[in-house]
């Protein structure tokens, strides 16, 4: 069963998996790259393509309540505790075709071989699809992997998209009841560990000529939402001196992001997001909100970062008598990965001859919330130029046919006794 010469061929295995990603990618909002929200009919049709897949794996499927697609690959005795792996199927607004699906599109591979070949493993392999990592559609991160480790996110179940469309009826219009979200907990005692697939998203592995590499922490993470009010006037009329320009005070804001962040090389933090009310050529800005996103491997780092922010908002907003009002949205606590789950990754990929590289992530992951109620490990696939969040997103066939190698070795030799030995 376990004779390595029933892998597939790298070459082979990873050009059938990035045609499969091709057709997934295909399922997009248009535009540059692949846009797919939480419950649109883009997602109803990735779910229906994984559910074929997974049912030709020899899965049995199930959507859960927070529209997560999930597979289960019974174990030789049926009913065992399963290994998880998965990712998000949403992406960002004009993002790549792996950031995410590459996480699910993997581990089925790995599946269908050990399906066809009749092969079962002592113990349970589930693939989940999760919704919603992101949080394009609204402002919700994490939204599918939060439901699975039993934290709900019911407080956002009102929040609206663009369009005016509460989150609970979007769950409601995609054939879901919002009142079952608690029901797609899974209890810790079900799962031995939970493993992640995804792009790097940087440039270290391809730097170092490396098709995987294993993550040993996930960055933590702080987003915030700044808004300056000012005085809305006319352009022509009102004298410099006397403006309350919100757009420029925001513009100064944006400087400070940047120049905290650059104070250190262990924070990054961008302004991705701004709105100017009421935005008109001729119309001193009356309003000005913007996004905040800062990250640091050191949580006081990036406790401390946020605060002195704070503080220089403060400073620009009254020295231009604008108002200010900072939300803080939302924060991402990092997480380390599970040295015992690292060290059986590093094993594969040992054994498929390339050199193990441990590396950071400072990208967030489903693997974080998972982080709650069992261990985990992830597995990065070098990617062109490290980029990512942007439609030029790529990697090779190779690299996607390797990463397959290396997780069904992984598989194969998985032994969920090392968790109690790490103890
Ligand atoms: O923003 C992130 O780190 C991720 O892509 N969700
Ligand atoms: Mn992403
Ligand atoms: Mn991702």
Redesign the pocket.
């Known amino acids: 069963m376990t004779d390595p010469s029933s892998l597939p061929p790298a070459a082979d295995w990873g050009q059938d998996i990035l045609e499969r990603l091709e057709r997934l990618a295909r399922h997009s909002e248009g535009g540059p790259g692949v846009t797919r929200r939480l419950a649109t009919p883009e997602h109803r049709a990735v779910h229906g393509l994984l559910a074929d897949w997974m049912a030709e794996a020899g899965m049995t499927v199930r959507q859960d309540a927070a529209a997560n697609t999930c597979g289960r690959y019974e174990a030789s005795e049926p009913g065992a505790p399963a290994l998880m792996m998965g990712s998000?199927q949403d992406t960002?607004r004009q993002g790549g075709r792996y950031?995410g699906i590459l996480g699910v599109v993997v581990p089925l591979a790995c599946i269908k071989v050990l399906h066809d070949a009749g092969e079962r493993l002592p113990f349970a392999l589930e693939v989940v699809a999760f919704s919603d990592?992101?949080?394009l559609r609204f402002g919700t991160?994490l939204f599918g992997s939060a439901a699975v480790v039993g934290r709900p996110r019911i407080e956002d179940l009102e929040r609206r998209d663009d369009a005016g469309v509460s989150l609970a009826q979007a769950l409601r219009d995609f054939g879901l009841d919002p009142e079952a979200l608690p029901s797609a907990a899974r209890r810790p005692e079900e799962l031995h560990g939970f493993v992640e697939v995804h792009i790097e998203?940087g440039p270290v592995l391809e730097a170092e000529g490396l098709p995987v590499g294993i993550v040993t922490d996930i960055?933590h993470?702080a987003n915030m939402t700044v808004t300056l009010t000012g005085v809305a006037g006319h352009a022509g009329t009102v004298p410099m001196t006397r403006r309350q320009d919100a757009l420029a005070g925001a513009a100064e804001g944006i400087q400070a992001v940047e120049a905290r962040c650059r104070a250190s090389d262990r924070l990054v933090g961008t302004v991705g997001q701004i709105a100017v009310e009421p935005g008109a050529s001729n119309v001193i800005p009356g309003a000005c909100r913007f996004s905040v996103?800062l990250?640091s491997p050191d949580p006081a780092l990036l406790k401390d970062a946020a605060a002195d922010l704070e503080a220089r908002l403060a400073e620009i907003a009254e020295a231009r008598a604008l108002g200010l009002d900072v939300e803080r949205r939302y924060k991402l606590p990092g997480c380390p990965c599970s040295p015992w789950l690292m060290d059986q990754m590093e094993a594969a990929v040992v054994a498929e001859g390339i050199a193990p590289r441990r590396l950071f992530s400072?990208?967030?992951?489903d693997a974080m919330a998972l982080r709650e109620i069992t261990d985990i490990a992830m597995l990065f696939v070098r990617c062109a130029g490290g980029i990512?969040?942007n439609p030029a997103e790529a990697i090779t066939a190779g690299d996607a046919g390797t990463a397959a190698r290396v997780l069904l070795r992984f598989l194969r030799a998985f032994d969920p006794a090392g968790r109690a030995a790490a103890g």
């Not at 400072?362 to 992951?365: E, I, P, S």
């Open positions: 998000h960002v950031d990592e992101e949080g991160g998203q960055t993470g996103d990250r400072g990208a967030g992951h990512s969040h």
